[in-house]
Antibody
Framework: QITLKESGPTLVKPTQTLTLTCTFSGFSLSTRGVGVGWIRQPPQKALEWLAHIYWDDDKRYSPSLKRRLTITKDTSKNQVVLTMTNMDPVDTATYYC??????????????WGRGTLVTVSS | QSVMTQPPSASGTPGQRVTISCSGSSSNIGGNYVYWYQQLPGTAPKLLIHRNNQRPSGVPDRFSGFKSGTSASLALSGLRSEDEADYYCAAWDDSLTTWVFGGGTKLTVL
């Protein structure tokens, strides 16, 4: 059974850097075809893809946020870390960690963590 | 303002069939797979449909996905009160080089 759980601060100040950790179980990020991603959802708004990382350390970022995002993996700990710099109140959202189902010519986000609400406020 | 357009709301009575539309363009729906997610109140999104019309194991066959040209739709038959949720479409956009999501449709079961 695959599970994913997000952890990190619930409150950050403007201009600070946010660091979120996704701890997962039921799969290994060293297995071909596996990936972990991050998607966020501002309150009462739609979903927004942020980034994801594959088993081979290939990383993909949202073009609009690429300069602010860094995604890394620690295979031995079954963790993926997302950092976002220069946080702003508009970044207030629930941040979800997702399992990426890779099929070669396609991929998608099939399983999600429960999410963690991050509020940006001074 | 989302790149893919969904009606903000939809409704139906128990047992009815309801359809939720998702309108995009040639750079997203027109050239890539469409995915549908269900988000029950206060919970994380759940994958309902992948690659246009495929149901993950455990998703009832009451849920069906369709795609034609630059539009897609999600059909729910035999509507139940527990289907009351927000529904989102998603696709990769070749021009924007990002995943795009519809604005979501809130389904109410009357």
């Amino acid at each position: 059974q695959i599970t994913l759980k997000e952890s990190g601060p619930t409150l950050v100040k403007p201009t600070q850097t946010l660091t979120l950790t996704c701890t997962f179980s039921g799969f290994s990020l060293s297995t071909r075809g596996v990936g972990v991603g991050w998607i966020r959802q501002p309150p009462q708004k739609a979903l927004e893809w942020l980034a994801h990382i594959y088993w081979d350390d290939d990383k993909r970022y949202s073009p609009s946020l690429k300069r602010r995002l860094t995604i890394t993996k620690d295979t031995s700990k079954n963790q993926v870390v997302l950092t976002m710099t220069n946080m702003d109140p508009v970044d207030t959202a629930t941040y979800y960690c997702t399992h990426v189902n890779w099929g070669g010519a396609y991929y998608y986000f099939d399983l999600w963590g429960r999410g963690t609400l991050v509020t940006v406020s001074s | 303002q989302s790149v893919m357009t969904q009606p903000p709301s939809a409704s139906g009575t128990p047992g009815q069939r309801v359809t939720i539309s998702c309108s995009g363009s040639s750079s997203n729906i027109g050239g890539n797979y469409v995915y549908w997610y269900q988000q029950l109140p206060g919970t994380a999104p759940k994958l309902l449909i992948h690659r246009n019309n495929q149901r993950p194991s455990g998703v009832p066959d009451r849920f069906s996905g369709f795609k034609s040209g630059t539009s897609a739709s999600l059909a729910l038959s035999g509507l139940r009160s527990e289907d009351e949720a927000d529904y989102y479409c998603a696709a990769w956009d070749d021009s924007l080089t990002t995943w795009v999501f519809g604005g979501g449709t809130k389904l109410t079961v009357l």
